[in-house]
């Protein structure tokens, strides 16, 4: 029986397998067919802007605000950056980078706080017990350590968050 | 000895797949010493024994009776497992305590696998698929009745025209059953590596800070030469504390799966 058990298992992995295996080569194979498409969407994005500057330029009579349409000129002229091409524009990259560094600090820094609180109070209560009870001092202390642990997941939670955004950032690809 | 250096592996490209060279050797070493240390121990097992067969019975011992209160009577059975996978992690852990940063070629060997998330996702899924064999092994196919965990409960004291309500809340429990599975793999392995990774990066900022210190003045080296002190302190500790917790919890997440008194 238990022979039919391992025999089963071991062909349910190996199905799993090269079920994976051949699901990550036909998608690999997609990604490369993909790419001439990017391309021509950005010929398409190219087109379209000429064709917004040109109705720009059409309302610029007609409107009472210049400035503002001079504005959406510019940032139609130079999409990636805030505030047009010339003229100290931060950049959306610029933007993200400062953004991630200051969210990865700020994530860990007040996450600590609920589980700090926890832990003290988890180890005040574990002293107090054993100091009722010396003797009992060797089945508190494991599962002190076991609820400690528990608490100190929670950290580590933002702390991976933390490190994808500093050294993996996936946004800095789309933008 | 740099932050940057503690956080980056060599990866080299295997059949389409980035593989850390660094990561997989160092296990490999801990798996090799494993069996020639586990061969070396039991050529001669002794009636009256000596003294690292005293030892290694304790710790055998130790485990049996962990398993035996938290997993039911018949707890000794995962003694095994549970013990491998207490010192791999041990093991893999204070490997990263070594003073030196030797290279074998490009390959740092004093560094801990379990900071590399595939080391301690693994283990964690070997510990997921542990829970389903151990679960259907005992129970045959009433396993499945844990996924609707608080149902089998409410069945029992509900008065018969309440029953009715019980079909909506089954997709729910379900739901909740599955995701807490999923949490618990999630929750092993980012415990393990984010400990061990977060001690191996400030270890590593720290002793860089180190040799600044001994290159500023003779003052300074005496408190130089005491911060590594500290560091294997905590090092011993918290690889020591996170390899006990992962092997408990996989030991207690069993117990719950194999129990029959719900």
Redesign the interface.
């Given at each position: 029986m238990r022979k039919k058990i391992w025999v089963s298992c071991a062909i349910i992995l190996i199905g799993l397998m090269v079920l994976g295996f051949s699901v990550q080569a036909f998608a690999k194979q997609a990604d490369k067919a993909k790419q001439p498409a990017k391309i021509t969407q950005n010929e398409d994005v190219a087109s379209k802007e000429t064709v917004n500057e040109s109705t720009g330029t059409k309302e610029e009579a007609a409107s009472p605000a210049a400035g503002e349409t001079n504005a959406m000129d510019k940032q139609a002229q130079c999409p990636m950056m805030q505030g047009g091409c010339k003229g100290g524009g931060v950049g959306a990259k610029g933007l993200l980078v400062v953004i991630s560094a200051l969210a990865a600090a700020l994530g860990v820094g007040i996450a600590t706080i609920g589980p700090g609180l926890g832990q003290g109070n988890a180890v005040a209560r574990a002293m107090e017990a054993i100091g009722r009870n010396p003797e009992s001092q060797s089945k508190i202390m494991p599962t002190l350590l076991i609820g400690l642990a528990f608490m100190e997941s929670l950290v580590l939670y933002a702390l991976l968050v933390s490190l994808v955004l500093l050294f993996l950032n996936p946004f800095i690809k789309m933008v | 000895m740099e932050a940057s250096e503690a956080?980056s592996y060599y990866t080299k490209s295997v059949m389409?797949y980035n593989v850390h060279y660094d990561t997989v050797s160092v296990t490999w070493m801990i798996l090799l010493g494993a069996v020639a240390a586990s061969l070396v121990l039991t050529r001669k097992i002794n009636k009256v024994p000596g003294r690292m067969q005293s030892v290694a019975e304790m710790l055998v011992e130790y485990f049996n009776s962990l398993c035996e209160s938290m997993a039911g009577k018949k707890g000794r059975r995962f003694a095994p497992y549970i013990m491998s996978i207490f010192l791999f992690i041990l093991s893999c852990n204070w490997l990263g305590l070594f003073p030196a940063f030797l290279k074998v070629g490009h390959i740092q060997i004093t560094m801990p696998p379990t900071r590399d998330i595939s080391t301690t996702a693994s283990l964690a899924i070997i510990s997921f698929f542990a829970f389903q064999?151990f679960g259907f092994?005992d129970k045959g196919i009433k396993y499945l009745l844990h996924y609707i965990y608080p149902i089998p409960l409410l069945v029992k004291s509900l008065p018969r025209y309440l029953l009715i309500m019980i079909p909506p809340l089954f997709l729910l429990f379900v739901f909740l059953n599955i995701v807490e599975e999923l949490a618990r793999v999630l929750?092993l392995t980012?415990?393990l590596?984010?400990?061990i990774?977060?001690e191996h990066v400030v270890a590593s900022s720290l002793l860089g800070f180190v040799v600044i210190l001994l290159g500023l003045s003779a003052i300074c080296a005496p408190f130089a030469d005491v911060l590594p002190i500290f560091l294997l302190f905590l090092g011993l500790l918290t690889g020591a504390?996170?390899a006990?917790?992962f092997s408990?919890?996989t030991l207690s997440y069993i117990g719950h799966a194999v129990e029959e008194e719900h």
């Open positions: - | 956080f389409g064999y092994r929750s980012v415990r590596m984010g400990n990774l977060g504390i996170q006990f917790i408990v919890l």
